[in-house]
């Protein structure tokens, strides 16, 4: 997250950026070599992560054999008969849908609860509350996932049952997706939207604390010598200067959100099924294939299923980590800044 | 200095007052993050960490033996007891068991990464060949039917498997639906929704319940396992644990659950039902075919099925009661049939078995794992040991199955 | 250069700093500095490197504050209003008073974007937008140079390009007050120059606070040049006697190179 490397500014006069001067030629052959030295080196070390993923891939395709890739694997349907009696179906495309039905709002909730953090902690907060602030959401990332879930089926569920979700359909029960039958014990989509939000937020407000923070001084003091708000420079500079960093950070909450498994199997009362409103239990990509593991021992065919499930939660991830990486890759062509002044 | 600045500067140059542009955002800001401190502080504090739990050891002069256990989360508490008090009998030993359910039990005992596989659910004999793997059933356990319906006049409501298999299918939706009231003459029903749960982890329970449906009611679709595909909308939860509180937060509710949990589901103030045996198929509203889970009523209905079994196995998922001449699963199809030695037999009863091999790559270790077996269902299995967690000492007739298995078990 | 030395004296200040004293945790940055700051003209303020000259500028617009921990006593008057009184609007005094840095500090947005960010935070947009843009742009002496496409992200910009860029985003507010923090300091000289010249057009229009560690540059541009050794003002006079009959011994000996 280094964005503070200066950037030698071109000579006056010429329209374009110039490049940096050339280093006296025994330094710069030396450099050239140090440097292919350390890219000799550092390349063992970089492809392992390219390694390993390569081979869970591997073991993952040799395990399953692809043997229920037929069209009906990208289909909506699931059905699985352990007895034999009927022959299943092991539509993925069901799980995915339930997976966005539930990591999309958390996301938006998270980064939205995020951003604001981030700006508070940054901006606005004094530095006491201000790291008392950091410190708590850095404290929920350090609980573990399944402590989320007791947590939310011990204590959150009955709230959910009793009180939030009729509440949330009387308000806004006339939107699609907010009407409809409850969930009577409380468990399902909702409370694992609600779950998955508390999670992703530490992750989200961290990166997009720092980023906020990597704004360059220079930056924020040139809006409000301009006669800014405090919250106009927010909006007009900062968000705008730290723009990667933050859609960086809401891609990881994403790849967080999307293959939490844990807590939303516990909460979200894995039900099979793009389920009808907000209220009523879900299953995710992620959960199922984690709470469907043990029988997968009894059962040969449901292993091969659940191998290729996670061959497409693998695939998932990668895509939405190279997206993230994507938009958070050049922060750093964005602004030079200087130390101290007098 | 001149002083003639004092004078009143223009009207357009007061520094004074609001900036008007959108004052009212900054605040919005500070506000939500501010309420969001609470609310993260409170999520904060009620956050717990679960403790770890640390294997002792022992020394002597003779070798050290700890012996692994993984699998069912039934079988879990029981081996946890039980380890303990074999260790001092045998100070060189220790058992180390792990509850991480009875699919990982099976496949960890395959793979030989454990001395011994729980699970609550048999391996298919074949299988079992195939790996050179023994089931070992250590105790009896059974199923109740618990459910969340306050209000009621009676203890125990009847119910049956063919009420049951019809609620969790979907047919029966309601409490007063005039099937559930036949069998509960006199009681007053309420007019409320019935929310069937089930397991969403593999469970044998699972295996158990749909067992009992898929036999009871020709109606069930789907088959039996220790996983299921559920009507869509039906809550799942995790673990026995996970099904007493989500039992204890739905109203109207109705769940499966190991009778290991009869207590703490107790404590909650659940109910559970009286079930109804193969008579109670032919004649639902005669209260006299409806039987508690009571230990010697478990007992009788293992004994019906255990004595009656021809040839003699112990690959049974779920005693449903004893047809003399079956030898699966489909025995007693349609619920127990008592016999005047067993009058009332409870329906849903089922075996917890461990896996061990009978190809050992140490000898001298296995002769522990025999040891500690035989041990396990002979004096080790005291009465107060087993009403802990609410298991019953295996039968007789079964005792001699696992007695003469284990002494086939090549040791050292 | 002052050849405006003849100019009506007489003309209120547009800032007048009082007894102004800013310490920090641990030491004075200023103590009791007093100065009046003319309308209409180039101030220059001089010193070592340490000697609290941008300080002095970053109270005049209340940026100081900024950096915590300071505590700011004594008066500042903008046009006879006391800018430090509880109820002003740091924000306004601070579109009165327009600020450039040592360093250029452009957003990373279009050029157009950099110079229309101010006029835009008080509303104007369409062809009054871009007409303050043009005339901004105009007056920096930067339209030219940038032709019509301004489009173009101002980090495309040459260094010199980028602080005359500041300078017509400052002006694009429509100040009474320019304040500039060494604004040549990071430039070449050729570009230094250049930002020099503006700053002496705009004495016409705008009163020019200058803080240079180049002696030349206040001997060149400012008309009344003050002098700040470790955190008090030594002397504030017309540049031209500040230079050449220094009334202090300190000050002769900074302006003749003895120390720096």
Redesign the interface.
């Known amino acids: 997250m280094d964005r503070r490397e200066p950037i030698p500014?071109?000579?006056?006069?010429?329209?374009?950026?110039t490049p940096v001067p050339a280093l006296p030629n025994r330094r710069a052959a030396n450099g050239e070599g140090r440097s292919r030295l350390r890219g000799w080196l550092a390349s063992p070390v970089a492809l392992l992560p390219l390694g390993l993923v390569a081979l869970v891939a591997a073991v993952l395709l040799w395990e399953s054999r692809l043997a229920n890739l037929g069209p009906s694997f990208w289909g909506l349907n699931?059905?699985?008969?352990?007895?034999?009696?009927?022959p299943s179906v092991f539509g993925v495309s069901l799980f995915l849908v339930d997976s966005a039905i539930v990591a999309g709002p958390a996301l938006a909730l998270a980064s939205g609860?995020s951003l604001?953090?981030a700006?508070?902690?940054v901006v606005?907060?004094p530095?006491a509350?201000s790291r008392?602030?950091t410190l708590?959401?850095n404290?929920?990332a350090g609980?573990?996932s399944?402590?989320?879930?007791i947590?939310g089926?011990?204590?959150l569920?009955?709230y959910f049952?009793t009180t939030a979700q009729p509440t949330l359909r009387g308000f806004l029960g006339w939107l699609p997706g907010f009407g409809g039958?409850l969930?009577?014990?409380?468990?399902?989509s909702l409370l694992a939207i609600f779950i998955l939000t508390?999670m992703v937020?530490p992750i989200t407000a961290a990166v997009m604390r720092e980023s906020l923070r990597n704004v360059?001084n220079?930056?924020v003091?040139?809006?409000?010598?301009?006669?800014?708000?405090?919250?106009?420079v927010?909006?007009?500079?900062r968000l705008?200067?730290a723009r990667r960093g933050l859609w960086g950070a809401v891609f990881l909450g994403l790849g967080r959100a999307i293959g939490e498994s844990v807590a939303v199997?516990?909460v979200i009362?894995?039900?099979?099924?793009i389920?009808?409103n907000l209220y009523?239990?879900s299953t995710t990509l992620a959960s199922f294939i984690f709470?469907?593991?043990?029988?997968?021992?009894?059962?040969p065919n449901?292993l091969t299923a659940l191998t290729e499930f996670a061959l497409v939660l693998l695939a998932v991830a990668l895509v939405v980590n190279l997206l993230g990486q994507r938009a958070s890759g050049a922060d750093a062509?964005?602004?030079?800044t200087?130390g101290g002044?007098? | 200095m001149s002083q003639a600045a004092s004078a009143p500067p223009p009207a357009n140059e007061t520094l004074i007052g609001g900036t008007t542009r959108r004052p009212r955002k900054s605040t919005v800001g500070v506000g939500l993050a501010v309420g969001l401190a609470v609310v993260l502080l409170a999520v904060g504090l009620g956050g717990g960490y679960a403790l770890g739990k640390s294997l002792g050891g022992s020394s002597g002069g003779t070798t050290q033996y700890t012996l692994t256990e993984t699998g069912s989360t039934l079988i879990y508490p029981y081996l946890n007891l039980l380890g303990p008090n074999f260790t001092k009998i045998y100070p060189n030993v220790v058992i180390s068991p792990a509850g991480t359910g009875s699919g990982t039990g099976i496949s960890s005992a395959e793979q030989g990464l454990v001395d011994i596989g729980g699970t609550d659910a048999y391996l298919l004999p074949n299988v079992a060949a195939q790996y050179n793997l023994i089931n070992v059933p250590i105790a009896i356990s059974s199923q109740l039917i618990f459910y969340n319906v306050p209000g009621l006049s009676v203890p125990h409501l009847n119910l049956n498997g063919t009420v049951l298999a019809m609620i969790w299918s979907g047919v029966i939706t309601n409490w007063n639906d005039p099937l559930i009231q036949a069998a509960n003459p006199g009681v007053s029903l309420p007019n409320l929704p019935i929310v069937p749960l089930h397991r969403s982890d593999g469970s044998g329970d699972t295996f158990m319940f749909t067992s009992l449906c898929f036999l009871s009611w020709k109606g069930w679709t789907g088959g039996y396992g220790t996983t299921y595909s559920w009507k869509a909308g039906q809550p799942g939860y995790q673990g026995n644990a996970g099904m007493v509180t989500g039992l204890t937060n739905t109203r109207g509710g109705i769940a499966y659950i190991g009778i290991s949990y009869l207590s703490s589901a107790l404590a909650a103030g659940l109910q559970y039902a009286a079930l109804g045996d193969q008579a109670a198929n032919v004649n639902g509203t005669n209260p006299a075919n409806y039987i508690l889970p009571t230990p010697t009523n478990i007992s009788e209905d293992a004994n019906l099925a255990l004595e009656n079994l021809q040839p003699p196995s112990v690959a049974i998922s779920l005693i449903l009661g004893g047809v003399p001449g079956a030898t699966n699963l489909q025995l007693g199809a349609g619920g127990t049939m008592p016999t005047a030695q067993y009058p009332t037999p409870y329906p849903d009863v089922n075996l917890e078995y461990t896996l061990i091999s009978t190809h050992p790559s140490n000898p001298a270790r296995q002769t522990w794992v025999v040891t500690f077996l035989e041990w396990a269902i002979s004096s080790g299995a005291t009465a107060p040991r087993l009403s802990t967690v609410n298991f019953l000492p295996l039968t007789p007739a079964v005792v001699g199955y696992d007695m003469q298995a284990l002494a086939s078990v090549p040791i050292g | 250069m002052s050849d405006d030395g003849g100019r009506d004296v007489e003309a209120p200040p547009i800032i007048s700093v009082r007894e102004l004293t800013v310490r920090a945790r641990d030491r004075v940055i200023l103590e009791r500095v007093t100065l009046d700051i003319p309308d209409r003209d180039v101030t220059g303020i001089i010193g070592p490197s340490g000697c609290g000259k941008t300080t002095l500028i970053r109270t005049m617009n209340r940026m100081a504050e900024r950096s915590g921990g300071l505590a700011i006593s004594g008066s500042v008057r903008y046009r006879g209003q006391e800018i430090y009184a509880p109820e002003v609007n740091p924000v306004l005094v601070r579109q009165k008073i327009g600020m450039v840095f040592q360093r250029p500090v452009v957003f990373p947005m279009s050029i157009f974007d950099n110079v229309a960010f101010g006029p835009r935070l008080n509303g104007l947009d369409g062809d009054e937008l871009e007409a303050i843009v043009l005339r901004s742009l105009e007056r920096a002496g930067l339209l030219g140079e940038v032709g019509s496409d301004l489009d173009r992200p101002a980090l495309e910009l040459s260094g010199g390009q980028q602080q005359r860029l500041c300078i017509a985003r400052a002006l694009a507010v429509e100040p009474r007050v320019l304040l500039l923090d060494e604004p040549t300091a990071s430039l070449d000289p050729i570009a230094a120059q250049r930002v020099e010249a503006l700053l002496f057009e705009l004495r016409r229009e705008y009163a020019v606070v200058l803080v240079t560690h180049n002696l030349q540059q206040a001997a060149r541009v400012a008309t009344r040049t003050a002098f700040l050794y470790q955190g008090r003002l030594i002397e504030y006079d017309e540049t031209k006697r500040l230079f050449e009959t220094p009334r202090e011994k300190l000050t002769e000996n900074y302006v003749t190179g003895r120390f720096g």
Do not use: C, N
């Open positions: 500014r071109p000579a006056d006069g010429a329209s374009t950026p699931y059905f699985f008969d352990p007895s034999g009696g009927a609860l604001a953090i700006i508070s902690t606005y907060l530095p509350p008392l602030l708590l959401t404290l929920l609980i573990p399944v402590v989320y879930g947590w089926y011990v204590v569920a009955p049952g039958p969930s009577a014990g409380g468990v399902g508390i937020i360059p220079d930056l003091e040139a809006g409000l010598a301009l006669g800014a708000t405090p919250w106009e927010v909006r007009r500079v705008r200067a199997a516990m009362g894995a039900s099979i099924q389920p009808p009523t239990p709470y469907q593991l043990d029988s997968a021992f009894f059962y449901l062509t964005v602004i030079v200087g002044r007098g």
